[in-house]
Structure formats: structure tokens, C-alpha cells
């Protein structure tokens, strides 16, 4: 009979102290791979929602770039009692070309804090509002002139502060912090 046969046909076992250390290497490959795929499933998290928060802040800032940029302002000032500046388009020509501007940042009825830019001329007085809508949490965010003018200013920097919070599926809150300056 053949050798391979013989050793099928015994009804040998293993010991205990085989089978434990069996379970025993079993157990550390096991947890060794939980522990590999669960990092992973928390680092993909944790990245998916960071980049969230990244486009969101690119909005944000493109948005206010673009409004800066359209209206092209001769001059800047802080819009009192509100987290926003007001943009001041004056045509030196054309005294009826004049346009402003407010960017701010306010928190609506709903809790969501957004970023708001109401455009007006004097050819057109009916304001037109753009409201960026965005998921995350604005808490904390300002916007800020830094010129040498008290009231108006012609040349400075406009400092955007950005504090998005966002949670992800598990609860865990992320948090980016975002400052942009830009000279007019």
C-alpha cells in the first residue's frame, strides 16, 4: 500500500499544544491583516474628506477672486457690523459706471454659514446675490482689510481666513484652516 495511503487511513490527531499554537499564528496573521485593512479604511476616509474640504476652500476663494476681479475696485472698505468687505468700482470718465460689491460671510437662518456677494450699479440698482453654497462649517471665518486708510482704502491687503469643519461617516470631525492674502 502506498505510504501516502497509511498516513490518511490513521486516525492520529494533533496534540493540544499543536492545535493552540496553530490558533495562536493564526491569530497574530489574522489580526495583523485587520489591523492593515482597518488603518486603510480610516486613512481613505480621512483623505476623501480633507479633499472635500479643499475643493470646498477653492470655491470659496475662487469665487471672491472672481468678484474682486470683475468688479476691479478702486476702493475697499469694511462693511460695518458684518464679516465682509465692500468692493467700490469708481469710473473716472464715466461718473454713472459706478459699482459696488459686498463680500461677506454670514451665518442663515438654517445654521449653515455661507459666503455671500451682492453685486449693484447705479445703471442698475437692483443688487444681484450670489450665495456659494458649500457643506462644511464656516465657524470662525473672516474676512479682514489691512490697508493704511481708516475707513476707505485704495491699496492693501484683503485677508480671507477660512475655517472649514466637516464631519465624516463615522462622526470624527476634520478640520482645515485656510488663510489667503491678496494686494489690491
Not at 475662487?62 to 472698505?77: C, D, K, L
Request: proline letters at 3%.
Amino acid at each position: 500500500m502506498n505510504p501516502f495511503v497509511k498516513l490518511w487511513k490513521e486516525e492520529k490527531g494533533l496534540s493540544l499544544v499543536e492545535l493552540i499554537a496553530v490558533l495562536t499564528v493564526l491569530s497574530m496573521v489574522m489580526g495583523t491583516i485587520y489591523a492593515v485593512i482597518s488603518y486603510g479604511f480610516t486613512a481613505y476616509n480621512k483623505i476623501t474628506v480633507e479633499n472635500s474640504l479643499r475643493d470646498e476652500a477653492d470655491t470659496v476663494m475662487s469665487a471672491i477672486m472672481t468678484e474682486m476681479y470683475t468688479v476691479g475696485p478702486t476702493t475697499i472698505t469694511l462693511i460695518p457690523n458684518v464679516n465682509g468687505i465692500k468692493l467700490i468700482r469708481n469710473d473716472l470718465i464715466d461718473v454713472r459706471d459706478t459699482s459696488n460689491s459686498e463680500i461677506y460671510i454670514e451665518s442663515s437662518a438654517e445654521g449653515k454659514t455661507q459666503v455671500i456677494m451682492v453685486n449693484s450699479t447705479l445703471a442698475h440698482p437692483d443688487p444681484e446675490k450670489q450665495v456659494v453654497e458649500i457643506k462644511s462649517d464656516l465657524n470662525g471665518s473672516r474676512i479682514q482689510l489691512e490697508c493704511n486708510g481708516i475707513v476707505n482704502c485704495n491699496s492693501g491687503l484683503i485677508v480671507v481666513d477660512l475655517h472649514l469643519q466637516q464631519s465624516d461617516n463615522k462622526g470624527v470631525l476634520h478640520a482645515l484652516n485656510l488663510k489667503s492674502r491678496f494686494g489690491f
